[in-house]
């Protein structure tokens, strides 16, 4: 009897050894994020470690020229595409159709945008409905928010919220 009672816990022992392997080695593979307190305010705010990594790549692409559907820096980028390309190139899964970001997260208020959130635009026809355009958030300090984008006129470049932009201002949204 006591030998099958120190089998049975060895067997557990094992099962529980292997459960805590499998769960530490999937925990591995999870993007870590720190969260951080301002000094000068009491928010706090979330960043992560592969946030400049994500925004030096996507600076990289700068002049990559404007392609409908493209979704490659050989061929050329829509919007979607780039911001799919560039986060894909990290492991990162994020729609590849515009209108598709609006489902993944709540609006993230403009006082409070991080780098690598995602800004999302109306048509020019005013639409709010009708997300059209997206790109990659590389600063919002003081309101004063820069992001890079694949445009039609001139590809992949940095844009701030300029009197074009702003009026289509849907939302922005978190990925990281």
Known sequence: MRCKQNLLKWILLGCLFTINITLLSSCHSKKVIVTTTNKNTS???TTNNNTDKIIAFAKTLIGTPY?????SPT?????SGFVHYVFAHFNITVPRVSKQFEA?????????VQPCDIILFAGQDG???NISHVGIIISGINNDIQFIHASTSKGVMISGMNTYFA???VKVVRVL
């Not at 993944?104 to 409070?112: A, C, D």
């Open 43 to 45: 928010s706090k705010t």
């Open 67 to 71: 392609k409908y559907a493209g979704n």
């Open 75 to 79: 061929t050329g980028f829509d919007c």
């Open 104 to 112: 993944l997260s709540t609006n993230i208020p403009l006082q409070k």
């Open 127 to 129: 639409n709010t409905n």
């Open 167 to 169: 009026p289509r201002l």
